[in-house]
């Protein structure tokens, strides 16, 4: 179906809404469909927990770039033009206006045009399913600055989630980073996924005081060990195996830890994901003479990853950037330790033997020394389960009812202002 509406995947429908629960309008580009069931998981997984607590209800906006042609000619262009306008996941309705993305100069035009695609469809299901309390953005730029021109418009409050790249990368280029300085401004609430981005906001001239860490959790029924020898077994995996996982993209460092394997001799390397990097990541393995110990699996869906990683002894995440890695917490709840690069959230969680180890250096030779480090002292993987354990999404989702209740008792003791057009309010 292109364009169209999807059943719900399961049978579990929105709960009405309740005196005393919280109802969000929850705005983002990142989150999974239909079509794209692994994009942005993360931020479906953290509002799933949040509403499992029966204290907040949300409704979803997730807009997705326009574009006419679905023929698999297109590439991933084409999964946009298949993405359902309107969709239910585990019982949350989800709605998937499009924006117009243009090549070039759309990273600077894309907030205004979120802002417009999106605000029609928030007033239609205003007047057809009743009002919301908070606008709860995910992703800075562009997804933060379009809520919070939404929220100018609507006279909502808004909360804005920082998740990495939309700190540590964007804010480099100057209009950007003076448009998210302005959302900052505006916010309700900001929060982000690690200390090391809450420090690097900071260091952009955001109050720290209006900036709170919650760390996003682990599904620990979704990942858990599994069965191992058997899935070994299935895919006849013999000696120490490490696990790679992510969008093969540069920045993911794949092709560092596929250098690694000439000073590894007897390991092998499962990569899960996909991405443009994948024919030259093929040729690199070719080159270094490893292709026979190098197995490429495609995009895996989110919750088959738990028997990889059991059947795997270690992963290793070698990335540029990350805010917070959930595939550590992933990989380590199934029992496996972790070899990670030193950088953003990354030292927050693997702080513990249990937990793995961070490289020395960013490099392949920095990843072969690591995998060794790991190796030479590995931990049970009863106790990386174990040290898994002590993040659940419990903490993450008080954090959040926290933030809700205090903007919404400051809206009761302070009237919300007059709602404004945006031409009146300088942005820039």
Known sequence: MVGGTIPSEDSVNAVPSRAGVRRLLTFTTLYPSHVTPSHGVFVENRLRHLVASGRVESRIVAPVPWFPFSAKFFGRYANYAKVAVRER?????????????????????????????????????????????????????????????????????????????????????????????????????????????????????????????????????????????ETRAAMSLEGPVLISVGHLVERKGHDLVIGALPDLLGYSLLVAGDGPERGKLQALAATLGVTDRVRFLGAVPHAALAKLYSASDALVLASSREGWPNVLLEAMACGAPVVASNVWGAPELVCDPAAGVLMQERTAGGVASGVRALFAALPTREATRRFAEGYSWDETTEGQIRLFDEIMAARVTRPAPATKSLRRERML
């Open 89 to 229: 996941r585990h019982g949350i309705e989800i709605d998937h206006p499009r924006y117009l993305v243009l090549p070039k100069i759309g990273m600077l035009l894309t907030p205004l045009f979120l802002f417009l695609s999106a605000l029609p469809a928030i007033k239609r299901i205003q007047a057809e399913e009743g009002d919301f309390d908070v606008i709860d953005a995910h992703y800075f730029y562009p997804d933060g600055i379009a809520a919070a021109m939404l929220g100018r418009v609507l006279g909502k409050p808004v909360t804005i989630t920082a998740r990495g790249t939309d700190i540590n990368l964007i804010p480099r280029q100057n209009l950007p980073r003076r448009m998210i300085l302005w959302a900052a401004r505006m916010a309700a609430g900001m929060v982000t996924v690690s200390e090391a981005l809450r420090r690097e906001m900071i260091a952009l001239g955001i109050p720290g005081h209006r900036v709170r860490t919650l760390r996003n959790g682990v599904d620990l029924t979704m990942f858990h060990p599994t069965e191992r020898a």
